[in-house]
């Protein structure tokens, strides 16, 4: 932003000179409140004040009706020639003379060519040789001079400069002056004026058409180097409120204008001439032809370009309408679909269900053998022929997992003591390799993926230019003061905004000197790191700030001057000027004070000054800067990206925020408000957060890990329990989790992938979730089955592990599955988090059959001797009870279960389910996509109001950057320019138009303003000025001569052209030769075009065999005012469609081809995410969906049926999770991608066991199967995971992270409050309708099984 702002000085030095020669007027009587009166009273605006100073200008009186001398049909002269003081023209009220130097005809022909064929033809009329003027050698050569100078801003719209240069031409030189000039107040023969009579003032009468005409056809050209119009310069002292008649008024101010000084050396009149009425007597008004700005001025001409004239710009298609969602009423089409056919299939099932249930009155179970488990119903099972391929697949698979698990569970119990050795030691030997992780806190490197469009279009812009810079920042806002005013001595009342008030002005000063004088601990000053785009002609930071049209001066300030209408011109009237004259060299009435900052550079109202913009304004264009309501100080700082400058910024900055800390604090006025922010801010407050939350977070898993100590235990009597406590156990448990979650960092610490914060917050909830569920499962069901009477202890553990592994192995598997398959994501955050998750969730199944059986061995080993938990050395009193399901199994089979499945309620639980989630359907693409600024800081950090103020008070977008990248495109040739620049002669699609035609249309490109032009300004900068004044200069031995220095040892450069369409392009030679010299040079008042601050880093060159080679350069604009996420993200899809287009035309018409264009701005590469966001989604979810189906599809020996049925569940939990997302406004991005990957995964939980149970369940109707495994799983899933995690995620809703609020403790608790509903309400239900028939196999085994029970109790009945 603050780059292309630092170049620009005021042209009318140069320019307004013209009329320091050809425009010597004399007196009449008319003076310029007459003029105003004609001036259109809507224009203006807010600068009323300089609107009635130029109102009440005294003038010497004139006669109006002083008469022409000589045939008043072809007028005569008024003048000839200039005074030896270069100063006034000498009155001369005869014909014209001869002009008989031939060097003067010849540049008079080419300076006014329009005047040069009027007066060949008057002389070739009247028979003379040589033509007549009124104008001497001395005034050509002068007039040439100063012209050239105009031409520079201008001459890119030939019909504007021609319409223009006849004013200059025909006032200068025309034999028939006397027609239009009326000489006003004449200083008579001196000495000191040679004995001549000088002209001091005079009035010029020109048609309102001409004025109207002349200005319509200007008013559009482009300033390459301001992004802004040329007239403004043109126009003092209105600028942006120019309009026609000030525009000309302003020519005529002189410097000694007691009111509004100019740059004329005497007073120029300027009277329009709507109709008779307006016209003195004898005089013909000035109203030559013009040519609109859409015609060329010749036959071989090119019109106007459309930068520079808006009547030549393509009359583009209509703009297609933004796309509307398909509305029935209120509802989306979509929604309204869904719900039609959800009411649809609610009301026939509930028809249907409760029609059955009335008629019949009865239960149909599922026609399948029955197992009765007594020897007796052998007759009853099912032959082998019976059995189908699948059934058989799936029972020997659970026999053989059974069998595995078993065996394993009885070698892990037996030899305890050396299973956990081995397994701790290999856990703590990986888990010390976290000294090797690095973890990654560069959003850059989270975010975008080194190979994303974002990423290497940054890295192509870092490495091509220069890094972006550091930002530091203060937004001074009013508070509790009103907008004020004054009147002036005519009446006019005068409004101001409430900054403007001088004790607030005072107090921004002060702040302003403190941060400019702030020292970092390591000595680092500001003038070691600041941006100073004018040195070394200027060696002073460029900070941004409306102090800056004081040049940084309290005495400036308060500087005070009477004018001669009694008013006082002060601070506010300097403001006023300096806001429509931003590029001013000297406020005449203000001491010729400069506009112009200290560094060199201009200071624009709409980057320094907020809270202006209009209802409805998304640009600065024709605001009232008058009216703001807060102050901004920009301080840029260069990002070098080199360690030493890194520290050097980051010490300054640290000490920079110390003082914005303590002055907010403590010196702070009553009414100010402030918003502050350095580059590393963001930064130190995410540290902050992470490290003010802390205990936040271990109350949470403190919370958690009590929970899972205290209620793994049984409670049968007091006198027992501190025997069947299970502390030990669950802190054991938890140890190995945290193991798990240690061995998976150090794994990928070793091999050199990088962690990230995220990381280190969600993976351990995860890995929690996961592994508390199945120690519950484990140790529950080990209480509920008691030992067998032949069963050792070893053999009971490796039972009940051959019972319940299978389970954990499907919801293990699935979830590392899950996992390791979403580290496809192209997202860094997100492929990282998925390694680290999956692997952790493999290390935790790995420990849980190990470590964890190991000390679950131990541990009832100690419960079955009757000693003490912790206390282990100490016995109790031995007590047999026989075993205890628990309270929440009972309430589970005996009250839950029952009501749940029962024949009335199963259907208004599927039609409830349903119907939630046609509602989440409904809302879910409705989702807010990104994640504001603000929601990423603590609630406490003085970053939230800077944020705040950030979308309140500026009026700028960030800096956009349309580069054209190194892909053998030779801009130094004549007709690559031709599809490059932006004026006359240029391609009518040419990379600068297309830009500026975007900007026409900011509501929905989202660019602000037209491109620099760095090509643009150089061919004005190499043709720039006149014989003694100018750009380009070089030395004797042809070296550069920069502008700002004393020329007397220096020429002009020569270059050469090639003309093409009445435009001069720069030969290969002259573009190799100046070049370099344009980029090095820096603007000054005799020079404002030099290019070193706005393109010495926006040209990427070298040079080849003394050729020059453009490597890739950059034209930059600015985005619209962003507010919030979706206006990031869109704004930076609508330039990449703007350089798509400009690519295709570079390319011939095709896209592909070898030249591309590519927009760039700093915040692309974190906003780039948002554009795929819903595509990322779907398809992370798609990836870890399909990983789960075909885990459990291929675990429960190809059970589609089940497959199914598991992968519809997860899929409600996370489209109702999402439609939650929505309610609670959660909005999707990269963190809230995590968590719904992390969904599925836990999703996986509360189904894979409640799935596999009611897989393996024999018994004889679904109803009673959906029962049993409702009994025994899920009142180890509440227990386990949904308790567990219940009581910590409530501790998260009163961390001070707005981050931990939204998407931690809002999204954990409805993944497990989802996923808890699913699982244990709609989950059983869905079953008893459609679950698979019982496995016939399994049931054959089954019954077995049971008959070698009874034979061994029946062998030994002890």
């Given amino acids: 932003m603050v780059t292309l702002m630092m170049s620009t000085l005021l042209f009318g030095y140069g320019f307004l000179g013209v009329f320091c020669q050809v425009s010597h007027m004399v007196n009449s009587d008319v003076d310029l409140l007459a ?37 008043s049909n072809n007028g005569h002269c008024v003048w000839y020639d200039i005074d030896k003081n270069n100063k006034y023209n000498i009155f001369y009220d005869g014909e014209g003379k001869m002009l008989e130097d031939e060097t003067s005809v010849t540049k008079l022909g080419e300076v006014c060519p329009e005047l040069f064929v009027d007066l060949r033809k008057r002389a070739d009329e009247a028979g003379e040789e040589r033509i007549r003027t009124c104008c001497s050698p001395r005034q050509i050569d002068k007039m040439t001079s100063d012209i050239g100078m105009a031409a520079a801003m201008v001459n890119r719209c030939p019909s504007c400069f021609r319409n223009m240069r006849l004013n200059w031409c025909y006032m200068a030189c025309d034999p028939a002056q006397s027609n239009y000039l009326v000489p006003g107040e004449l200083i008579p023969p001196s000495n000191e004026t040679d004995n001549n009579t000088l002209i001091k003032d005079l009035d010029l009468y020109v048609s309102d058409a001409y004025a109207v005409g002349m200005y319509d056809s200007c008013k559009d050209v482009t300033n390459p180097n301001t992004n802004s119009k040329a007239i403004y310069l043109m126009c003092m002292p209105w600028s942006s409120l120019c309009n026609p008649y000030r525009l000309l008024s302003s020519f005529g101010l002189s410097s000694d204008n007691p009111v509004t000084p100019g740059f004329a050396p005497f007073e120029i009149h300027y009277h329009f001439v709507k109709d008779e009425s307006d016209r003195p007597e004898n005089i013909i008004e000035f109203n030559p032809e013009l040519i609109p ?28 309408p933004i796309p509307l969602p398909w509305k029935v009423g209120r509802l989306d089409g979509y929604a309204f679909i869904l719900i039609i056919i959800s009411a649809s299939f609610c009301t026939t099932f509930l028809v249907i269900s409760y029609y059955f249930l009335i008629t019949r009155q009865r239960v149909v179970n599922e026609p399948h053998a029955v197992l009765h488990h007594t020897v007796s119903s052998s007759s ?10 699948r059934e058989k697949l799936g029972a020997n698979l659970e026999k053989f997992f059974e069998t595995v698990f078993s065996s394993w569970g009885e070698v892990c119990a037996r030899y305890a003591i050396f299973v956990l050795i081995i397994g701790v030691a290999l856990s703590v030997a990986l888990s ?50 009103e907008p004020f005013n004054r009147t002036t001595s005519d009446g006019v009342v005068n409004w101001y905004g409430p900054v403007f008030r001088k004790e607030f002005m005072y107090e921004v000063l002060k702040l302003q000197k403190k941060i400019e004088k702030v020292v970092g601990d390591a000595g680092t000053k500001l003038g070691d790191i600041c941006f100073k785009p004018m040195a070394p002609d200027f060696d002073t930071c460029a900070v941004q700030s409306p102090l800056g049209w004081f040049q940084g001066s309290e005495e400036i300030l308060n500087s005070e001057f009477p004018l001669a209408t009694g008013d006082v011109y002060d601070y506010l009237n300097h403001i006023e000027y300096c806001t429509t004259n931003p590029t001013s060299p000297s406020d005449g009435n203000f001491g010729s004070a400069s506009c112009m900052a200290s560094y060199g550079g201009p200071v624009f109202p709409y980057v320094v000054l907020g809270g202006f913009l209009g209802e409805g304004q998304i640009t600065a264009d024709n605001a009232q800067f008058m009216n703001a309501t807060a102050i901004v100080i920009t301080v840029p700082v260069n990002n070098f990206k080199t360690e030493d400058h890194d520290f050097k910024a980051t010490d300054w900055e640290g000490k920079f925020l110390a003082l914005m800390s303590n002055w907010t604090a403590n010196e702070k006025p009553e009414y100010m408000e402030v918003g502050y922010a350095a580059e590393r801010s963001i930064k130190d407050e995410l540290d902050r957060q992470s490290k003010s939350d802390v205990l936040t ?15 793994l235990g049984q409670f049968r009597s007091f006198s027992t329990l501190l025997i069947d406590s299970k502390f030990t156990l669950g802190i054991g448990g938890i140890i190995i989790v945290g193991l798990s979650v240690c061995t998976s960092i150090g794994f990928y610490g070793l091999i050199g992938v990088s962690s990230t914060l995220i990381i280190m917050e969600v993976i351990p909830f995860l890995v929690l979730a996961v592994g508390v569920d199945n120690i519950f499962i484990l140790v529950q069901t080990y209480q509920r089955e008691a030992r067998r009477p032949v069963e050792s202890h070893e053999q009971h553990i490796g039972r009940i592990l051959g019972e319940v592994g299978p389970s954990m192995l499907l919801s293990s598997i699935s979830e590392t599955c899950c996992f390791f398959l979403g580290a496809l994501s192209d997202m860094p955050a997100v492929k990282a988090f998925a390694l680290y998750a999956g692997l952790a969730l493999f290390f935790n199944f790995c420990l849980q059959i190990t470590c964890f059986v190991a000390l679950f061995s131990l541990d009832t080993r100690r419960q079955e001797s009757n000693r003490l938990d912790i206390l282990c050395c100490f016995r109790g009193a031995k007590k047999d009870y026989p075993k205890n399901e628990g309270i929440l199994y009972r309430v589970f089979d005996l009250i839950y279960a029952p009501f749940i499945l029962s024949n009335w309620v199963k259907p208004l639980i599927i039609v409830g389910f349903i119907s939630w989630l046609t509602a989440s359907l409904c809302v879910a693409p409705h989702i807010d996509v990104g994640l504001d600024q603000d929601i990423s800081m603590p609630t406490d950090s003085y970053m939230q109001n800077y944020f705040k103020f950030l979308t309140s008070y500026l009026a700028v977008g960030a800096p956009v950057y349309f580069v054209i990248q190194d892909t053998g495109l030779n801009a130094t040739a004549a007709d690559v320019q031709k599809k490059i620049c932006g004026s006359a002669g240029c391609d009518m699609d040419s990379v600068v138009t297309q830009i500026y035609l975007s900007a026409k249309i900011a509501n929905r490109t989202y660019i602000a303003a037209p491109s620099s032009s760095w090509l643009d300004d150089f061919y004005d900068w190499l043709d720039y000025g006149g014989d003694f004044s100018g750009c380009c200069f070089v030395d004797d031995n042809g070296d550069f001569c920069p502008s700002s220095q004393d020329q007397i040892m220096c020429t002009r450069c020569e270059p050469t052209y090639v003309v093409n369409n009445n435009k001069k392009w720069p030969t290969q030679e002259s573009f190799d030769k100046y070049f370099e010299f344009y980029l090095n040079d820096n603007p000054g008042m005799e020079c404002p075009k030099g290019g070193h601050p706005s393109y010495g880093t926006a040209v990427n060159r070298h040079k080849l065999d003394n050729k020059t080679v453009i490597k890739s350069s950059y034209f930059q604009t600015y985005h619209s005012v962003m507010k919030n996420s979706a206006d990031y993200y869109n704004g930076m899809a609508a330039a990449r469609q703007v350089a798509d287009n400009i690519t295709t035309m570079l390319n011939g018409g095709n896209h592909e081809g070898p030249h591309h264009v590519f927009p760039y701005s700093v915040f692309y590469v974190f906003y780039e995410q948002y554009l795929t966001m819903w595509k990322d989604v779907l398809t992370s979810l798609a990836i870890s969906g399909g990983a789960i189906f075909i885990a459990v599809l ?9 497959s199914l049925i598991t992968m519809l569940v997860i899929s409600m939990i996370v489209a109702d999770l999402l439609g939650a997302m929505y309610w609670w406004d959660i909005s999707l991005n990269a963190v809230s991608l995590v968590n719904l990957v992390m969904a599925v995964g836990i999703s996986v939980e509360f189904c894979a066991h409640i799935v596999r149970g009611f897989a393996v369940s024999c018994e004889n109707s679904r109803s009673n199967r959906a029962k049993e495994t409702l009994v025994k799983m899920g009142s180890s899933v509440l227990s386990g995971i949904t308790l567990t995690k219940f009581g910590g995620i409530i501790v998260l809703a009163f961390a001070k992270s707005q981050i931990f609020q939204v998407f931690y403790f809002r999204m954990y608790l409805l993944i497990v409050l989802i996923g808890a509903a699913h699982g244990l309400i709609f989950l059983p239900v869905l079953l008893s309708y459609l679950g698979p028939k019982v496995n016939r196999a399994r049931l054959k085994q089954n019954f077995e099984n049971s008959s070698a029970i009874e034979r061994a109790r029946s062998s030994n009945p002890l």
Avoid: H
Wanted: hydrophobic share 40%; glycine share 2%.
């Fill in 380 to 389: 009853s099972v099912t032959t082998d022929d019976d059995i189908t391929f």
């Fill in 697 to 711: 977070i271990l109350i949470s898993y403190s919370i958690m890990f009590l929970y899972i100590a205290f209620s």
């Fill in 293 to 320: 700005c859409n015609q060329a001025i010749t036959a071989e001409a090119s019109a106007c370009s459309c930068v520079d004239c808006e009547a030549s710009c393509p009359v583009p298609p209509p703009l297609p």
């Fill in 1194 to 1202: 291929l675990l429960l020996g190809l059970d589609v049926q089940s």
């Fill in 35 to 71: 003029l105003q009166s004609q001036f259109n009273p809507s224009l203006n605006g807010s600068n009323i004040g300089i609107e009635t100073n130029f109102q009440s200008l005294e003038l010497n009186s004139r006669n109006n009706t002083w008469k022409p001398y000589g045939d």
């Fill in 432 to 481: 010390c390799c976290v000294v090797y992780v690095k973890v990654t806190i560069d959003p850059v490197e989270l975010w975008a993926a080194p190979e994303s469009r974002s990423r290497v279009e940054k890295d192509y812009f870092d490495s091509n230019f220069a890094p972006f810079f550091r930002t530091e920042q203060v937004i001074i806002a009013a508070k509790n003061l």
